[in-house]
């Protein structure tokens, strides 16, 4: 792992120890200085804020610094923030201004490895504070990293803390100067996505992958094929995908690519699922085995595939309650059935994602967005070591009620419930009020997301997805 980065944490460090207008907050904490709650989603670790208001030049430049802050898609991830803060008000009079407070963002990588995998450094330090002030020794904005994602996520809290004022008519960071530190809880913080019921244009699967990346999700489960279609080119077996609803409804190889590149330069995962024609009668009587002796044959075989390529395999948990004892020990356990599974299977040394249908199915619609936020990976697990075998979640987006008239209305805002359950530490989210704190911030979230083009669903509704009951403020539907 790449050393941490100092220089800047120092500074930052010496200037809000002696600033009179900031406090630090006892760990954890979900309210600014001036006493409102943090607008940041998902919650982050550790950090600071003041009383202060900060003007943002629209022509904000970037300095990257550092052995990876050069790469490609720093330069593109800094260009889409700074598209996704200004642009909106782009036909807005710029007033006249004797200087802007933050006209540099610098953001500081330290390691210019690019590799994508399980565990990856998602870490980040940002101060933000006028240049010349009192409280301040560094001016403008810093993003610190070890590596390009956590850079990646810097940068969506950066964006989050822009604010458009309509009076000043300029983006503005409030409660500065700022200082914040952040890691995510879990390593794998998933959504799964169904396009076997329905085909969802590629367009709109990149539309999903962005909404991902403001909540910092960061696993895709490409639900890809099952028996209702097969939509995928295999080139090896070019009828397969004659499964496809229509010549119309499929994605190519070239898609596929495309889609991992693009969420790559998100920092997210795609993990793909393909479920197999099973018409295999014949070849089980030939072999004189049963249903379930071929299942067990089938898994413990993509199994020893899946290892001799150094792929870890993933499996729904019916493979361990049917035959636990033996998978291979790299096996993570998908939950789903139920509770009480991931206790099960750390116990025997094994690891588990959590994606109870109780809480977790995004389909279910009549779970509100409460119960996904309270669902706990780590229920009925004390153990620190077993704690450790608990890889993270993943809430699901089942097909057969959803495509894209409404798919984006069934992952939102509920998906973003179980994103802060994954990514903030739980003392901080325990030590909110459902109905009070983290409503008005899931609130102001869904708005964000509104605003972004992202067709999220009124918060409070009883069912998910249902349009509005009547007029109002989306900070309060």
């Known amino acids: ?79 889409r923030y700074r598209h996704l803060i200004f642009s909106p008000w782009a036909h807005a009079a710029r007033p006249a201004s004797a200087g802007y407070d933050v006209a540099r963002l ?23 504070a006028a240049a010349g002030g009192a409280n301040s020794i560094v001016g403008g904005a810093t993003i610190e990293a070890n590596t390009i994602y956590g850079a990646i996520r810097g940068l969506e809290t950066f964006s989050q803390l822009c604010v458009f004022n309509y009076d000043t008519k300029n983006v503005e960071v409030r409660y500065a100067p700022w200082y914040i530190q952040d890691e995510p809880r879990f ?33 895709l489960h490409w639900h890809i094929i099952d028996e209702q279609s097969f939509p995928l080119e295999i080139p090896s077996y070019p009828n397969l995908w004659k499964g496809s609803y229509s010549k119309s409804e499929r994605y190519t190889v070239e898609d596929a690519r495309y889609i991992v590149s693009y969420a790559k330069k ?22 004189n085995m049963t249903t379930k002796d071929a299942y067990k044959y089938f898994v413990l075989k993509a199994q020893e595939i899946a ?13 361990f309650n049917s035959f636990g004892g033996s998978l291979n020990p790299r096996t993570v356990v998908h939950n789903w059935l139920g509770p009480g599974v991931c206790p099960k299977v750390v116990a025997k040394g094994l690891r588990c994602i959590m994606s109870n249908q109780g809480v977790w199915y995004l389909d279910h619609l009549d779970v509100p967005w409460e119960e996904v936020y309270t669902a706990e990976p780590l229920a009925g697990i004390n153990d620190s070591a077993q704690q450790k075998l608990v890889l993270g979640g993943e809430v ?59 067709a999220a669903a009124p918060v409070t509704n009883f069912y998910a997805r249902r349009p509005p009951i009547g007029p109002g403020s989306c900070f309060v539907q």
């Open 1 to 79: 792992m790449p050393p941490k980065l100092l220089t800047h944490l120092l500074l930052a460090l010496v200037a809000v120890s002696g600033a009179a207008a900031a406090r630090r907050h006892p760990a954890p904490a979900n309210f600014t200085a001036s006493g409102n709650p943090v607008y940041i989603w998902p919650l982050p670790k550790n950090f600071t804020s003041g009383t202060q208001t900060l003007a943002v030049d629209p022509d904000l430049a970037l300095d990257p610094q550092g052995a990876g802050a050069g790469a490609a898609a720093v330069a593109e991830a800094f260009e």
């Open 106 to 128: 610098t953001v500081v990588v330290a390691s210019a490895d690019e590799t994508l995998e399980l565990g990856v450094d998602e870490s980040y330090t940002i101060y933000i």
């Open 187 to 219: 390593a794998f913080r998933g959504l799964m996505l169904d396009t076997s019921r329905h085909y969802l244009p590629v367009d709109v699967i990149k539309q999903v992958i962005d909404s991902m990346s403001f909540s910092k999700l960061n696993v």
């Open 266 to 287: 998100r920092g997210i995962h795609v993990m793909a699922e393909i479920d197999v024609p099973g018409h295999v009668k014949q070849w089980l009587d030939e072999r």
């Open 307 to 319: 290892i001799d390529l150094n792929w870890i395999p993933v499996n729904w948990e019916e493979t």
């Open 396 to 454: 699901c987006m089942w097909g057969e009620t959803a495509d894209t008239s409404d798919v984006q209305q069934t992952i939102w805002p509920r998906a973003a419930a179980a994103a802060e359950r994954m990514w903030s530490q739980l003392e901080a989210i325990s030590a909110q009020d459902l109905e009070t704190t983290v409503l008005a911030r899931l609130h102001y979230f869904r708005c964000l997301l509104n605003h972004r083009g992202i």
